[in-house]
């Protein structure tokens, strides 16, 4: 069945460094896009969402990339710091209608000192 | 406070019991929504409100799960004769209109079934 999923169940990277987290989608009816960030013990944390009709969205210290052409989407996390440790998950929708969010199984980052 | 609030944040109970989870969303928020989520994965739709009424509710497992939203704020996610597989995190989320509005999560109830 069509679904979301992540290229990398896990990612280290030093502190101060770029991250970049990657995700797949196979429905190519979704046209809403969102990552979220879960710590231990939380629910998820929205950090930025992006729709079909853009292909770049910025925010604070994090970037979403999104590839229709190969349904790909990445979050760019810069200058990444200790609480930047999290799982993250991407997830995919339709605007403008029930916000049913289907979930990729997430991917734990983890920032080394 | 500003976020999303459920209660109990840790609820245990025997196999074939009866348990209820509340969550009270952000105020002023319309829509309202239950995903569980399984050790290690990502959260999944159980349903949605958009007011008092479900919406959607297409991702209930099964008739021993409702949820209710009678006045259109708090709701309650009602299990009936739990078994040891509805263990999980249950996790209620709202969002401005339920359209083009981020959905924000609660916490979520962690549910073990014994």
């Known amino acids: 069945g069509e679904s979301v999923g992540l290229h990398l169940p896990t990612l280290s990277v030093q502190e101060g460094d770029n991250s970049i987290i990657n995700c797949a989608y196979s429905?190519?009816?979704?046209?809403?896009f969102i990552w979220y960030k879960q710590e231990s013990g939380k629910g998820p944390q929205f950090i930025i969402d992006?729709?079909?009709?853009?292909d770049k969205r910025q925010g604070q210290r994090v970037t979403v990339l999104l590839n229709k052409t190969v349904k790909h989407l990445s979050l760019q996390i810069a200058a990444t710091q200790p609480g930047d440790s999290a799982v993250y998950f991407c997830a995919e929708g339709s605007s403008g209608s029930a916000r049913q969010l289907t979930f990729g199984s997430g991917t734990q980052l983890t920032v080394l000192p | 406070g500003a976020g999303v609030s459920q209660t109990p944040s840790n609820k245990v109970t025997e196999k074939g019991k009866y348990v209820e989870l509340r969550c009270d969303p952000i105020?002023?928020?319309?829509?309202l929504y239950w995903y569980r989520q399984s050790l290690g994965q990502g959260p999944e739709f159980l349903i949605y409100f958009q007011g008092t009424g479900a919406a959607d509710d297409s991702g209930l497992p099964n008739d021993r799960f409702f949820a209710v939203r009678p006045e259109g704020s708090v709701s309650t996610l009602k299990i009936q004769r739990t078994e040891r597989g509805d263990s999980a995190v249950y996790l209620c989320a709202s969002s401005l209109d339920g359209a083009d509005s981020p959905l924000h999560f609660g916490n979520g109830t962690r549910l073990t079934v014994t």
């Open positions: 992006i729709r079909s009709n853009m």
């Open positions: 105020s002023g928020h319309t829509a």
């Open positions: 429905n190519s009816a979704s046209d809403y």
